[in-house]
């Protein structure tokens, strides 16, 4: 069993802080001599050693936490940003610790005031309104916050994101370019920067290719769910002179709950329909459509995220309000 700093001064009868200098590779700097330290070496080398982590944390005023709010879970970008999170935190001997505002503003505020009252070092916050992200600086003015994904122009804190409209217009256009004659765009809860954005990159594409109005449909619900994909998909497919050749969706949830309800109404999904999303997942490469995706870079978003925000923590000053934009990939996972 390992053996605290406590009972390694008994057995070695060294005192508590030559073992701990001893421990930290401060040995020469203090001048402790190398019997000293090979009998304290020698004997965590068989025994091992535990920190006692609260006693620390009392000490240095530190947690060793770090706090991530994210919208939903369930959206594979966010379990996917929460994984590389949980990486990076490891490495600095950080915890990260997750909940999920489910995009309500009364449940971020709840899980803002939780992660602040156990004393979290840093926030990751992907914000579900304006007011949240206002919210969130006013909480945590004292504690370091980068806000991911959804650029609220809260100026006082930095920000990584996507570019979110470039992505959309370069998607649209290979979508376009493909001979599609009419897209369906279906975006979940569109006051989000991140959607509204999507939206302006579709027109500016739509504009750009010179459609007519009768060629495109947008069409809006205010969750991001596969609910919402389930109620988009069933509005559209009520005029059957509407059908689109190819439909676009802001996540992957909205794509699976259109899908589905497009072969519970149907009772196919049509193999030369296109599709559009803006995440990833390898469950599409069973589909028999022609896909194509603008994968957003979750390892570079969050390794700028935690880099910005270790930044703060080590220097415990705020570093302004940078903005960091990240490309997206464009696949195509056409069926052979």
């Known amino acids: 069993m390992a053996k605290t700093i406590s009972e390694i001064s008994e057995a070695t009868g060294y005192s508590r802080t030559t073992i701990t200098m001893v421990l930290n590779g401060r040995a020469e700097q203090y001048r402790i001599s190398k019997r ?76 803002l005031r939780s992660l602040l009252e156990r004393g979290v070092d840093g926030l990751v916050v992907a914000p579900c309104s304006p007011l949240q992200a206002q919210a969130a600086q006013r909480s945590a003015k004292a504690v370091p916050l980068v806000l991911i994904d959804r650029d ?40 989000i920067p991140s959607v509204q954005a999507r939206m302006d990159g579709f027109r500016a594409a739509i504009a750009e290719a010179q459609f007519s109005v009768d060629d495109t449909q947008l069409l809006s619900d205010e969750e991001d769910s596969v609910e919402a994909g389930q109620r988009m ?48 997942d390898g469950m599409l490469h069973s589909l028999p459509n022609p896909v194509v ?19 703060q923590m080590q220097s415990d000053a705020p570093i302004g309000n940078s903005r960091e934009v990240f490309p997206a990939e464009m696949m195509r996972l056409d069926t052979p």
Request: with cysteine.
């Open 36 to 111: 000293a330290q090979k009998i304290i070496t020698d004997y965590v080398a068989k025994h091992g050693v535990t920190i006692n982590q609260t006693a620390r944390n009392l000490k240095t005023s530190r947690s060793r936490t770090v706090g991530f709010i994210a919208p939903d879970l369930a959206n594979t970008f966010f379990a996917r940003i929460m994984a590389r999170l949980e990486e990076y935190c490891r490495a600095e001997d950080l915890v990260l610790i997750t909940t999920s505002s489910r995009e309500s503003p009364q449940l971020e505020q709840k899980a």
């Open 152 to 191: 609220y122009d809260v100026r006082s804190f930095p920000v990584v994101s996507s570019d979110h409209e470039a992505s959309a217009r370069q998607l649209t256009r290979e979508m376009i370019s493909s001979g599609v004659a009419n897209i369906a765009f279906l975006c979940g809860h569109p006051d």
């Open 233 to 280: 998909m069933q509005a559209l497919l009520q005029d059957p002179q509407k059908r689109p050749a190819a439909i676009l969706c802001s996540s992957l949830l909205v794509l699976e709950g259109a899908l589905y309800q497009l072969k519970l109404t149907t009772g196919s999904i049509p193999s030369e329909m296109m599709i559009g999303a803006f995440d990833y």
């Open 293 to 311: 995706i603008a994968r957003q870079d979750e390892d570079a978003l969050a390794k700028a995220a935690f880099q910005l925000l270790f930044q």
